[in-house]
Every structure is written in structure tokens, then in C-alpha cells.
């Protein structure tokens, strides 16, 4: 990066605030800061530690990591284990049998509660299911499932009987579904009817029909789970029904214990061209991160805890921490069907009162929605039960992570603003809480036995106070073994571009303290008139004007500076009358006067809503194409598909 990279992310490192751990809950912490120093005097002892101490091992490993054939890794590979067995039997077997593993709650109001024994008894069920219809161990199964108990039993199931599962968020289209069902070759595909949305049936069977229409594909079996009781399609010899294949199988079922390196799952993700990424991960080096992260970046109290992570088991949070981190735990947790304005804009708050949570982990945009609909929603609920925050998904604005921490965690829970990505399989960079003094708007720390680093152009470290690309330079526990399929794109993609390190694609910032700043995908850091802008400062600036309640911003083509700012804003209620032109003006002018003249949009647009995928992304190579005048690109995986077209609409008036 050139030299005056980090002049124009200054506003976001001279955010000054930071929130001490109050000295109480630091005492008790479950992390402690001595972590770091066993961490960095042996990282390969330190792993090996926690990957005893979490896991329960059928074969104790003598090798903790294998690193002669970089950069495919073989953790604890002469060990073995099963997943299924850590997450659930020997928690049975510890006495801990009738602790609720899950409370679950459906969009409609209803609820069912699974303690560990009845967990792993479901468990057990499918796994023999599963084997009767010719699942074995190295196979691929499908779940195209909504939130629901089943889901988790699924994979669990999938993991006992040593098959890789790969998951397909609901919201994807067949097409998506069929891709990635060839792409691993999947023998079997678990689905449902459908599920809720917003208090109306919503159909999921129609689109695993639609994907298997040709019959040619490598499915054998579609096993479906009744949720919503709507009618559906049925191809005899293909199709059986949950309740008639896996609720009447014995429930008699031995664990096998698998090398560590057996695939656990693959997870499909987009990158930056072509078809989707199959991220392979495998065993014993996943769930000790996942373990290990869910207990000390979350402060984990199994025995009293009521933990919430409002992911969808579609994208990988809901693998780490839904499914494999909570449960490899012990942990106690709520797992939530629906949309949280159904049937009212408390819902979430309505839940954490009724469940007493007391660790919350969900996105900044989910935030950003709940502060838009205002704070008298949350006001009208007992939030008191919440200790923990946790925030995940893009750099968190630091006027929400200040929203977050008054409103809902009453300016008394720590907050852990957690990076990661699916190819790193657990949290890497994360403030441990009461360790760690917090700033708002940054992940700040590595974790114990994590070594992230932000390097220059060239590879070389950065100074503090620079910006620069977020790398990792030693191998890690949960990190990804390959790309399904593809070892050549594996190499290219993340560790061709930096000699010897994972190259992250997230640009970063480190600040006077050293502290790491995320500035978004480096494919979202413009460059205009030669200086580097980050959509997420800019993005960051508009939010804090009190009339705003979103923004996304692009950087689009422009023949004179490189790239223009354009920016994309969604206004508050109370701003919603405003003269539409007066305030994109003033708008400017506030970006110009927060950050610099340089970032000063070259047109802010004032929209009804932004275009997001159904787990809360801003779509923002779309508003790319409108802001370059080119012809919206594929939009399928669009929440609601027509909000393009009245913005590209507004955008050429
Ligand atoms: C990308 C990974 C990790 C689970 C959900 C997303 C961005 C993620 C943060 C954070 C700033 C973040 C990065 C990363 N990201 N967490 N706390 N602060 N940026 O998983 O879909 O694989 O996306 O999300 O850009 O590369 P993913």
C-alpha cells in the first residue's frame, strides 16, 4: 500500500473510547490474560493443551501439527475421535444427561426443549437411519433444512456415522442447491416441507425438486421433515419422510471413532469470480478451535448460561457456534425458526426475556436494523439476564457497537466484536472479555495462538498507525484443508499472494496501540484520485449522522479520479419527511467534514431499502453495476429481488 494509505481511515483510529472490564467479572473471567503468554511461549503446546483438554480422544495423537507439505496441514493427525460422541454422549455420560442442550422456538409460538440425553438419542436414531439408506463414512449429505432441532441432529448424525455434510443455506435457489449438490456429489439430501417466514408458510421441497428434476444427479435418497404441513410433490423409491425413516430407527448406536482428519463438513462460499468455494474442514483441529473459542471469547458457564447465536446453520457461524462450538461444550442454547419482526419488532427481546439469555451473538446489520426501528422496542423488555455481547459478520460501525452496548447490554456487557470467515473455521481476531479494555468498531486482538499480521504490498509488516492486508502467517487449528475438489485454487487463492501466509482478502489497519481495525474486503477498498478509501469508514461516517439509519457505499468507475464515492442510504423515521435533495447534500457534507474532502460521495442516494442477501449482507457489487451503468447481475440470492430495480430506477433520474 502507498504511504498515505492510512490517511483517510484516520477517523476510525481516532476513536477514543475505551470501556475498561469491570474488575468483578474480570476476577472470574474464564479467559485469562496469561493465555497469551503460554500461547506465544509454545503455540504447538498451547493447541495441543486445549485439544485435550476440550475433546475427549478414543486415540490420544503423538503429532500435533504436520506442516512438511504447506499449505495442506494435518492437525493432532495420528489421534482419533468422534464429533458426535464430543458433542453430546459423554456429556450423558458425565451425569449431565438431563441439562437442556436446546430450547427451541418456532416462528408461530411453538417450542420444544431437547436435554442431552434426548439429543443424543435423536442422534443415534438418524445415524442409523442414515446407514440403512447407504450413507458411509466419506459420503456427502446435503441439508437444505430451515432452523430447526432437526438440522442439528442432522449433522451431528452426519458426523457420527464419519459423512461430510454440506449444508445449503434455505434461502439459495435449486440451481445453487444442484451445484453444490454435484459439485460434492452428494448421495443423500435432508430437507423439510418448508419453514416460517414472517408469520406464511414458506416452501422448501420445490426447490430440491426442481434440482433433482433430470433425475441424473448423485442422489439416491431425499429425506423430508413435516414442519410446515403444506402439500408436496413425491417421487416414490426417492423421497421418504423423516418420521417414517428416522424417527422409527433404533436408537441404539455406537460412536466409531474417525482419524482427526476426517472431513467434517464442507461449506460453500462465493468468491471473488466463478463458482462457489467448497471449504473443506475436517475433525480433531476444528473442534478444539471451535471449543475453545465458543468458552473464552464468549465467557461460557455451562452449567448456568443460556447462550444465543441467531446465525442460520446455512453460513458457518451456525456451524461453529450453533452446532459444534455450544454443543462440544455442554452449553445450554436457543435456536429461534423466524424472522425477528414476526409477529412484532420485540421478538429477539421478547426471547431473550422469556429464556433468561445471557450471551447474544448476532451481526452488525441486524443491530443497525433494531436501532433503526428504535430503542423503545428493546425498552419494553428485561434484557437484564444478557452479560455477553458478541458481533460477527462486517466491521461493526462504532455507533452501533455503542447502540449495542447501551441499549442492550445496558452499558454492562462486554463486547466482543469477532473476525473471522468461513475459511478460518472459528474466531481468529477477537477481544477476550474481561481482559481485554474494548474500543468501539474494533476486533483488536488475536487470540491466543492465532498470528494475524497486517502487512504492506510487499509482505512486510505495518507500523502502527498503517493500514495494509490482514494475513495469518502460521497455520492454525480450524483452518480450512482445501477447497473441495480444487487443491490448485486452494494454493492460488490464499497463499499465493503473500509468501508462507494466508492471505485473508480483508484490508486492516493497526492503531497506535496496535491494535487490528478491519476495513472491509480489500475488493471494497476504492481507490480514488490515488488515495485509498474504505466503504466501511465512509459507511461508518454516514450511519453516525442522526438522520441515517443504513448506508452502503461503492466505488464506481470514473475516468478522472480512478474510482468515484457513491453512496447508498436508507434515512431514520424521524428524518423520512426531509427534502430528499437538501439531505443528500448535507449528507455529503458531513463525510466530507468527518473524514476529508477526498471521501465526500460524488452522489449519495436516498433509497427505501438496500439490497441484502437473507443472512444480512449488503449486496454491494449490485449497487456497483447501477452506480457504473451497467445492467444489474445476477440477483438471485436477494432477500427481496425487487428492491434493485427501484433503486436503479431513483439512481438514472
Ligand atoms: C468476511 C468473512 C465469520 C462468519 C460470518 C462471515 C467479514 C467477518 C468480521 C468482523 C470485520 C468481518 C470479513 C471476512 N467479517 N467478521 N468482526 N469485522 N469484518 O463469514 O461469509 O466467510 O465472510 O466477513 O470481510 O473476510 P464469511
Not at 426471547?351 to 433503526?372: D, E, F, H, S, W
Not at 431514520?572 to 419527511?577: L, Y
Amino acid at each position: 500500500m502507498s504511504s498515505d494509505a492510512s490517511t483517510p481511515m484516520d477517523n476510525l483510529s481516532h476513536e477514543d473510547r475505551s470501556f475498561t472490564p469491570d474488575p468483578a467479572f474480570a476476577r472470574d473471567a474464564v479467559a485469562q490474560k496469561t493465555l497469551y503468554a503460554e500461547a506465544d511461549a509454545d503455540r504447538l503446546a498451547f493447541w495441543a493443551e486445549q485439544a485435550r483438554e476440550l475433546l475427549t480422544w478414543d486415540t490420544d495423537f503423538t503429532q500435533t501439527l504436520d506442516w512438511s507439505n504447506p499449505p495442506f496441514a494435518r492437525w493432532f493427525g495420528d489421534g482419533k475421535l468422534n464429533a458426535a460422541y464430543n458433542a453430546l454422549d459423554r456429556h450423558v455420560e458425565a451425569g449431565n444427561g438431563d441439562r437442556v442442550a436446546i430450547h427451541f422456538e418456532g416462528e408461530p409460538g411453538d417450542t420444544r426443549t431437547y436435554t442431552y440425553a434426548q439429543l443424543t438419542e435423536e442422534v443415534k436414531k438418524a445415524a442409523n437411519a442414515f446407514t440403512a439408506l447407504g450413507v458411509a463414512a466419506g459420503d456427502r449429505v446435503a441439508v437444505y433444512l430451515p432452523m430447526i432441532p432437526e438440522a442439528v441432529i442432522t449433522m451431528l448424525a452426519c458426523a457420527r456415522i464419519g459423512a461430510a455434510h454440506s449444508v445449503v443455506f434455505g434461502g439459495f435457489s435449486a440451481d445453487a442447491l444442484r451445484s453444490r449438490i454435484d459439485d460434492a456429489e452428494a448421495k443423500l439430501v435432508v430437507t423439510a416441507d418448508g419453514t416460517w417466514r414472517r408469520g406464511k408458510p414458506s416452501a422448501l421441497k420445490p426447490a430440491v425438486d426442481a434440482a433433482l428434476a433430470d433425475g441424473r444427479s448423485t442422489v439416491e435418497t431425499v429425506v423430508v421433515v413435516k414442519r410446515n404441513g403444506e402439500p408436496v410433490d413425491w417421487t416414490e423409491g426417492r423421497d421418504t419422510w423423516w418420521s417414517d425413516t428416522v424417527e422409527t430407527a433404533s436408537a441404539d448406536h455406537t460412536a466409531e471413532a474417525f482419524e482427526a482428519e476426517q472431513p467434517l463438513y464442507i461449506l460453500y462460499t462465493s468468491g471473488t469470480t466463478g463458482k462457489p468455494k467448497g471449504i473443506l474442514h475436517t475433525t480433531g483441529g476444528y473442534l478444539t478451535q471451535a471449543a475453545f473459542t465458543h468458552r473464552n471469547v464468549f465467557d461460557l458457564r455451562p452449567e448456568t448460561d443460556v447462550y444465543w447465536c441467531t446465525a442460520d446453520i446455512g453460513w458457518v457461524t451456525g456451524h461453529s457456534y450453533v452446532v459444534y462450538g455450544p454443543l462440544v461444550n455442554g452449553a445450554t442454547q436457543l435456536i429461534y425458526e423466524g424472522t425477528p419482526d414476526t409477529p412484532h419488532q420485540g421478538r429477539w427481546w421478547e426471547l431473550v426475556q422469556k429464556y433468561g439469555v445471557t450471551i447474544l451473538y448476532t451481526a452488525p446489520t441486524a443491530i443497525r436494523t433494531m436501532m433503526k426501528w428504535g430503542e423503545d422496542i428493546p425498552g419494553g423488555f428485561d434484557l437484564s439476564s444478557l452479560r455477553v455481547l458478541g458481533s460477527v459478520g462486517e466491521p461493526i460501525n462504532p455507533e452501533a457497537w455503542m447502540w449495542y452496548r447501551r441499549v442492550i447490554g445496558g452499558d454492562r456487557c462486554p463486547i466482543v466484536d469477532t473476525w473471522w470467515q468461513t475459511e478460518t473455521g472459528a474466531i481468529m481476531i477477537s477481544p477476550l472479555p474481561g481482559v481485554t479494555a474494548t474500543k468501539p468498531g474494533s476486533a483488536q486482538v488475536p487470540l491466543p495462538g492465532i498470528t494475524a499480521d497486517v502487512v504492506d504490498d510487499t509482505g512486510a509488516p505495518v507500523g502502527d498507525g498503517e493500514a495494509g492486508y490482514l494475513v495469518i502467517r502460521e497455520p492454525w487449528p480450524s483452518m480450512l484443508r482445501n477447497i473441495w475438489g480444487d487443491p490448485d485454487r486452494f494454493v492460488q487463492t490464499y497463499w499465493s499472494r503473500f509468501e508462507g501466509m494466508y492471505f485473508a482478502g480483508d484490508g486492516a489497519k493497526k492503531d497506535d496501540d496496535g491494535d487490528v481495525w478491519l476495513l472491509g474486503r480489500v475488493d471494497d477498498v476504492m481507490n480514488v484520485s490515488g488515495h485509498r478509501l474504505s466503504t466501511a469508514e465512509i459507511e461508518s461516517s454516514l450511519v453516525g449522522h442522526p438522520a441515517v439509519a443504513e448506508a452502503a457505499v461503492v466505488g464506481a468507475a470514473d475516468e478522472t479520479t480512478g474510482q468515484a464515492v457513491i453512496a447508498f442510504v436508507i434515512l431514520r423515521g424521524s428524518a423520512a419527511g426531509e427534502d430528499k435533495e437538501t439531505m443528500s447534500e448535507t449528507l455529503r457534507q458531513h463525510v466530507g467534514k468527518d473524514i476529508g474532502a477526498i471521501a465526500k460521495p460524488r452522489k449519495v442516494l436516498i433509497v427505501p431499502e438496500l439490497p441484502k442477501t437473507r443472512s444480512g449482507k449488503i449486496m454491494r457489487r449490485l449497487l456497483k453495476d447501477v452506480a457504473e451503468g451497467r445492467e444489474v447481475g445476477d440477483a438471485t440470492t436477494l432477500a427481496d429481488g425487487s428492491v434493485m430495480n427501484e433503486i436503479a430506477a431513483d439512481f438514472a433520474k
